[in-house]
Nanobody, 125 residues
Framework: VQLQAFGGGLVQTGGSLRLSCVAS?????????VGWFRQAPGKEREFVAA????????YVADAVKGRFAISRDNAKNTVYLQMNSLKPEDAAIYYC??????????????????WGQGTLVTVSS
C-alpha cells in the first residue's frame, strides 16, 4: 500500500496548482475517506480537505474554503486537490492520507494509517 503525492511547485500569489495523490497496491475506492494535510516549517500538520469514498461528500478547512477543492477518480486511483488563488500562507508540504482508523474523524492526522511522501508548494509574494 503506497500513496504518492505530486504536483507541487513554485507559483505566484493568486496562481493555481493541482495536486494529485495516486494509490498503488490497493484500489483507492476501498480506502473510503482520503484526506489532504499540509505542514509549514515550524508548524503542526493541519487538515486541508477530505473526500468520501464515492466523492459525494467533501470537507474543506475554513482557511482554504472557496479556494481549494478536492475530488477523486477511483478508476484512476487518484485524488486531486485543486488549489486556486494561492496565498503565501498556503506554502507548505502537502500530504495525502488514507485509511481512517475511526470513521468520521477525518480532520485528525493521527487517524489516518497511510501517508504519501509529501509534495512541496511554494507561493511567492
Amino acid at each position: 500500500v503506497q500513496l504518492q503525492a505530486f504536483g507541487g511547485g513554485l507559483v505566484q500569489t493568486g496562481g493555481s496548482l493541482r495536486l494529485s495523490c495516486v494509490a498503488s497496491g490497493r484500489a483507492f475506492s476501498s480506502y473510503a475517506t482520503v484526506g489532504w494535510f499540509r505542514q509549514a516549517p515550524g508548524k503542526e500538520r493541519e487538515f486541508v480537505a477530505a473526500i468520501s469514498d464515492s466523492g459525494a461528500s467533501t470537507y474543506v478547512a475554513d482557511a482554504v474554503k472557496g479556494r481549494f477543492a478536492i475530488s477523486r477518480d477511483n478508476a484512476k486511483n487518484t485524488v486531486y486537490l485543486q488549489m486556486n488563488s494561492l496565498k503565501p500562507e498556503d506554502a507548505a508540504i502537502y500530504y495525502c492520507a488514507a485509511g481512517l482508523r475511526y470513521s468520521g474523524i477525518y480532520t485528525r492526522s493521527n487517524n489516518y494509517k497511510y501517508w504519501g511522501q509529501g509534495t512541496l508548494v511554494t507561493v511567492s509574494s
